[in-house]
């Protein structure tokens, strides 16, 4: 469900109907570059299993410099420099060098959850799909979580929908617009059912 909002499905999966309207555009009807660049630009996603997600191979500076240059080339060296140091700082991971340099496997659960907020709010996206982000956490860091959610919709005045995903449990709190839940073989959003094969933001 979560991945299907951004236009992907499992192979041998295929999207039948429905609409994903986000800032006008229906993702479902987009291809090839005008696909790639909205996922990330437009929608972004972060999945349940950061330690999964993340390239185990690069380190930390490197995985958000290549968001950057993958989806906003036309930004100068120093606005990068600027929006990295103001993202790294909205989901409160430190921008020194020393941390930057680490790879994944060196950070905890908690930081590498931040490290994939900040890769999705990097590119300023109008909606971010959370896929279960805080089951592998501990409540504690599950609240400090959820807490620079909120921080970051508020400070960077968004319009945006943060569209967060659980199965059958509750999304502690309120970080973002709406819920989508799965409740039996049905899709609920907000509490109300909805055709698991149409989600329109």
Excluded at 131 to 141: F, G, K, N, R, S
């Amino acid at each position: 469900m979560a991945t299907a909002l951004l236009g992907h499905v499992r192979k041998g999966a295929q999207l039948t109907g429905g609409r994903v309207i986000v800032a006008g555009s229906d993702l479902l009807t987009l291809k090839g570059e005008a696909l790639r660049q909205a996922r990330g630009g437009l929608i972004a996603y972060i999945p349940q299993d950061p330690a999964m997600a993340l390239n185990p191979a690069l380190r930390i500076l490197r995985q958000l410099h290549e968001t950057l240059a993958a989806h906003a080339p036309q930004l100068s060296r120093a606005a990068r420099q600027q929006r990295l140091r103001e993202t790294l700082e909205q989901v409160g991971l430190p921008d020194d060098q020393g941390f930057l340099k680490r790879f994944a496997h060196q950070l905890s659960g908690g930081q590498q959850q931040r490290v994939l907020l900040a890769l999705a709010f990097l590119l300023r996206p109008q909606v971010v799909v959370l896929d279960e982000p805080t089951t592998a956490l501990d409540v504690a860091t599950q609240a400090r979580f959820l807490a620079s959610l909120r921080q970051l919709c508020k400070t960077q005045g968004w319009r945006r929908c943060t569209c967060p995903m659980t199965w059958g449990g509750q999304v502690p709190g309120r970080p973002g617009d709406g819920a989508v839940r799965r409740a039996g073989s049905g899709m609920c959003r907000d509490g109300a059912i909805v055709q698991p094969t149409l989600a329109s933001l």
